[in-house]
Every structure is written in C-alpha cells, then in structure tokens.
C-alpha cells in the first residue's frame, strides 16, 4: 500500500467541496487524512466545518503584505504539515511560485468549467452567458498561469435551457463533490503521472485489476 497521504486543504468560503472532503476520504490515521485547512479569510463556514471534524486550522490573509510575503509564510505553514498533496477547494487567491515552486505537482486546483473554456471569475456566468450546450468541472495542476495547469480530472456538465446561475452552479457543485476526492484517491494510490517529456500530458494510471 502507499503511504498514508497527508492532504492539506486550502480554502476562502463555503468549503463544501472540503467537506465533501471529510465526508468521503479523510480518515485520522489512515490512508488519506486531511491534516490543515488555511482559509485566505477569517471567519467563513469552510473553517467551521474543519473544525468540527477535528481538524487544524489556520487563516493566512494577505494583510498588508505583498503577495510573496504572503506565499512564503503560507508555504512555510503549509510545508510544516508535511503534505502529500495540496488541494485548493475554492481558494480565491492568486499564489505565485514563491508558494507553488515548494511542492512541485503537488498542488491541484478545483475549477467549475471545462478549462480552457471560462478560466477566473464568475466561470459559470461566463457558460450560461455564452450560451453552451455543455460547461463542467476541472481538476488541474495549479500553476502561476491561472487555471492554466494542465487538467488532470474533467467532467461534462450539460446547461439546461432556462438555466439560471443558481441552478448550473448546483449541478456543477455534485460534480465537483465527486471529482475533487476522485482525484485524491488517485494521487493517494500514486496513479497521477505528468508526462516528462511533455507536462502538459497527465497519465492516469490504471488500478490494479483495471
Ligand atoms: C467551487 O465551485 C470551486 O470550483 C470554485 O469555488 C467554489 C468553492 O466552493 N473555485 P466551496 O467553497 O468548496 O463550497
């Protein structure tokens, strides 16, 4: 088996993909355990629910300083965890390299669009702006380029003529809930590869028995 896999988990808000989470593949000392969750701002639900699964929490804020002060104190937080893997469950900052270079591919980034289409803001406004017949959920490589890593995990999501935000957001969110502890369990398993000779290019591994 793989060693356990620390997962440290950043977050800005409601944190339901975080808790989607810890209802799904954290288990304390077992395979796959959520040992941090940093939010970017104090006070949001995602910290509560951390909170009542028993797990750490901190808030690292920009507060004043600039980005790479900021990135550097976060990557010294985040590394003092010593984690397997970094998930950003709708973290809403931009994070330079100060803090990505300090866990090559190791951080993943949840996005709700079918990237390239849509990347930053407002993704699910932009879909039903545009009129598509189908937007979706990314999981990807977080990089300086946002949204810009290559994907890892995607899923179709189809828009519904008459669609209003609330509820293309609702069908992308039991998306996501799936897709970001798929992802996880796949990195838990050591069946995420990048493609030396060409990064863009992400190998699932096929499980045993597949
Ligand atoms: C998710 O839709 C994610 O794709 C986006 O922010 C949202 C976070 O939702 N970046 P939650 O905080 O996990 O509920």
Redesign the pocket.
């Known amino acids: 088996m793989a060693e356990p896999m620390r997962v440290v988990v950043l ?1 800005s ?6 808790q989607s989470l810890i209802d799904t593949v954290h288990e304390p000392g077992g395979d796959i355990e959520i040992v941090l969750v940093v939010s970017s701002h104090e006070g949001v639900p ?1 910290l509560d629910r951390a909170v009542r699964a028993g797990i750490a929490t901190a808030v690292v804020g920009m507060s004043g300083r600039d980005r790479d002060e900021r990135d550097r104190a976060l990557a010294d937080l985040v590394e003092a965890a010593s984690p397997g893997l970094v998930v950003l ?2 973290w ?1 900052s931009i994070l330079t390299g100060e803090f990505l270079d300090r866990f090559p591919d190791r951080v993943i980034n ?3 669009s079918l990237l390239p289409s849509f990347p930053g803001l407002h993704a699910i406004e932009q879909a039903l702006a545009w009129g598509v017949r189908y937007t979706g959920v990314t999981v990807h490589y977080a990089e300086e380029v946002v949204d810009g890593g290559p994907p890892i995990l995607q899923e179709p999501v189809a828009v519904m003529y008459g669609d209003d935000a609330e509820a293309l957001t609702a069908r ?2 039991e998306v ?1 809930h799936r897709l970001v502890p798929e992802a996880v369990r796949l990195f838990a398993a050591g069946r995420v590869r990048r493609d030396p000779s060409d990064r863009r290019k992400v190998e699932i591994v096929p499980g045993e028995g597949e």
């Open positions: 977050v808000g409601s944190g339901s993909n975080l995602a469950a709708g809403m949840l996005h709700p992308i969110r996501e």
